[in-house]
Nanobody
Framework: QVQLVESGGGLVQAGGSLRLSCAAS????????MAWFRQAPGKEREFVAR????????YYADSVKGRFTISRDNAKNTVYLQMNSLKPEDTAVYYC????????WGQGTQVTVSS
């Protein structure tokens, strides 16, 4: 089993930056592709970014491409989401996801971007 704990959320003005962290414990973290999703109030959870288990392949939603960067440190069992040039529409609860069989999810961290 994998346990995921997100941190780094908060309140930031538009144009600002935040870095989210997701610390994993349990089964071998490096075997899993890792992803970030987000869910805004009244909306469905949506994909944000994904990183292969090797760290060599990344995928981003069009809405965050060029502004967000996903990375991982397998030695620290941690995946990061660097978010730059934040917009009010980025406001959401951000969830870390370990993609395997089964999937694992964290509890989420709130990101609020004020205009």
């Amino acid at each position: 089993q994998v346990q995921l704990v997100e941190s780094g959320g908060g309140l930031v003005q538009a144009g600002g930056s935040l870095r989210l962290s997701c610390a994993a414990s349990g089964r071998i973290f490096s075997n899993y592709a890792m992803a970030w999703f987000r869910q805004a109030p009244g909306k469905e959870r949506e994909f944000v970014a994904r990183l292969s288990w090797s760290g060599l392949r990344t995928y981003y939603a069009d809405s965050v491409k060029g502004r967000f960067t996903i990375s991982r440190d397998n030695a620290k069992n941690t995946v990061y989401l660097q978010m730059n040039s934040l917009k009010p529409e980025d406001t959401a609860v951000y969830y870390c996801n370990a993609q395997g069989t089964p999937d694992y999810w964290g509890q989420g961290t709130q990101v609020t971007v004020s205009s």
